[in-house]
């Protein structure tokens, strides 16, 4: 069975669960290092109130005991602690009291699914809209990723991330590897290596804020040690660098996705995008360069997997823009939810672990098996076959 998973549950709203269903039997879970990557996504120069609120936690409720997965479907919860504050506005039962009283919220924000999903739905409260299509959902989805991560790690597969730009300041390239950048970005406010520019994006992030607006930028997710022949080049639907690019696009106010060198490939010649292929007694076959991010026809090649993503401005803004009011069809000023004034560096953390799922999915797709320990007989027999190629 292929590795899947559904979220359930709203912005304001008692919880946020999860219900992984092809996760194998035997796999040891640390449950520290899951509640890590939660406050991991919640850290970032620029988040706003809600992070003061929340203190994200998992409670694994089905599909573990005593520290390890049995091969029944994961139940996972994330509290929301914001609840206690909403009980009455969201709650499931019906409640009596003025549009006021409810918070109803009939004026909706550009940039925002507010106005499609009321049309979409038929729903004249965009509060039923907003409270789902919130980025609070990706607490959920980074729980689930945290599992798949440690599926990786098992395997001996290293996930990092860092960011590339916050609106005008991109950070320098290095050559660290994966070990020093996972230590060194999570030093960071920002998530970058270099401090000078750390310092540089702070201050532009708070003259961003103290203009009443809000700023994107661009992060990028690495994996390192997958092995060559995920995916498959024979259909569409196959194609795991397709499938990461699905996945990257679903993440809350993304606008754009690139492998290895993604668009600059489309102002240079052939020669300077494609990785030669080398071979070495011992190590196999190898390719010189990583210009393609680990991808060769929708399948692995043995390169660590380079996946970027851009991630637009937050359209709530203390500055709100134009609008137009539903009940009335005057123009008026968007409503303002509570927001950040720039989430780049949270976006990093979700974009690693929606990366690592699909990559997860497809190691248990190629590998098979029902727990742990066939999987890694299927995939040792596989790497001793490719070896004598």
């Known amino acids: 069975m292929s590795l899947r998973y559904l979220t359930a549950g709203e912005t304001h709203g008692p919880q946020l ?10 796999l040891t879970i640390d449950f520290e290092e899951l509640n890590f990557q939660l406050h991991r996504r919640q850290k970032g120069y620029g988040r706003g109130r809600r992070m003061q609120i929340e203190k994200d936690t998992a409670q694994i409720v089905g599909g573990v005991r005593h520290g390890r997965t049995t091969g029944a479907p994961i139940a996972l919860v994330v509290e929301n602690k914001d609840w206690t504050h909403w009980t009455k506005i969201m709650n499931v039962e019906p409640i009596e009291g003025t549009d006021e009283e409810k918070r109803r919220v009939h004026r909706p924000r550009p940039g925002h699914a507010d106005l499609n999903g009321g049309l979409k739905y038929n729903q004249k409260d965009l509060r039923n809209v907003l409270e789902r299509s919130s980025a609070r ?3 959920a989805r980074v729980a689930v990723g945290a599992v798949a991560r440690q599926f990786l790690q098992a395997f001996g597969i290293k996930v990092a991330g860092q960011v590339i730009r916050i609106g005008e300041i991109e950070a320098p390239p290095h050559q660290l590897g994966i070990d020093e950048l ?3 970005t999570e030093a960071s406010s920002v998530r970058v290596v270099d401090k000078e520019t750390e310092a540089r994006m702070e201050a532009y992030i708070d003259q961003i804020k103290a203009e009443g607006d809000s700023i994107g930028g661009i992060v990028e997710c690495i994996i390192e040690g997958v092995p060559v022949g995920l995916g498959s080049y024979v259909q569409y639907d196959r194609k795991l660098d397709g499938r990461i690019a699905q996945a990257v696009m679903s993440i809350n106010a993304f606008k754009g996705v690139e492998i290895g060198i993604g668009f600059e490939a489309g102002k240079i010649r052939g020669s300077q995008v494609h990785d030669e292929i080398e071979y070495q007694e011992g190590t196999g076959y190898t ?3 990583n210009r393609l991010g680990g991808f060769e026809g929708g399948t692995t090649n043995g390169m ?3 996946v970027r993503g851009v991630m637009k401005p937050i359209p709530t803004l203390y500055k709100p823009l134009r609008s137009v009011d539903i009940d009335t069809k005057e123009p008026f000023t968007a409503q303002v939810e509570r927001s950040d004034a720039c989430a780049v560096p949270a976006a990093s953390v979700v974009m690693e672990h ?19 320990e066939e999987i890694q007989a299927n995939l040792n027999n596989y790497l001793e076959q490719i070896s004598r190629y």
């Open 287 to 289: 390719r010189s360069s």
């Open 304 to 306: 660590p997997i380079v």
């Open 137 to 139: 959902e990706t607490a």
């Open 17 to 26: 669960t999860a219900i992984i269903e092809g996760m194998p039997s035997n």
């Open 354 to 372: 929606v990366v690592a799922w699909e990559v997860a999915k497809a190691l248990l797709e190629k590998f098979g098996g029902d727990s742990m």
């Open 182 to 184: 996972i230590e060194q």
